[in-house]
């Protein structure tokens, strides 16, 4: 190949990788919905209970979220500015909250 050639090849496959790294897809942006709330308990010993009842929250969380916006936004993982606290209650009794703001992407 000819330098000029290999010169425009070059500048094509440059401005080609621009476009394509500075464009936005807006269907690639997170929509996001005000945050929901996921409560849960669970009886357990050695932090079994706590482990228990973080699930039941998290699930408790997306039962809600299916309900108020729909099924594509109740994926946790998606979800953003996730808050948990969890506190052991009584003798063997866990109460897990997350606080979290569903996401569909």
Request: charged share 20%; glycine share 8%; net charge positive.
């Amino acid at each position: 190949m000819r330098t000029p050639v290999k010169f425009a090849a070059f500048a094509v496959t440059a401005a080609a990788m621009a476009a394509g790294f500075g464009a936005t897809d807006a269907s690639a942006l997170p929509r996001c919905r005000p945050a929901v709330e996921g409560i849960a308990t669970a009886t357990g010993i050695l932090g079994t209970g706590s482990e228990k009842a973080r699930i039941e929250a998290r699930e408790n969380w997306k039962i809600t979220v299916r309900q108020l916006y729909g099924p594509r936004y109740a994926d946790f993982w998606s979800a953003q500015n996730k808050q948990w606290n969890c506190a052991k209650g009584a003798i063997l009794l866990a109460k897990c909250v997350v606080v979290a703001k569903p996401c569909r992407y």
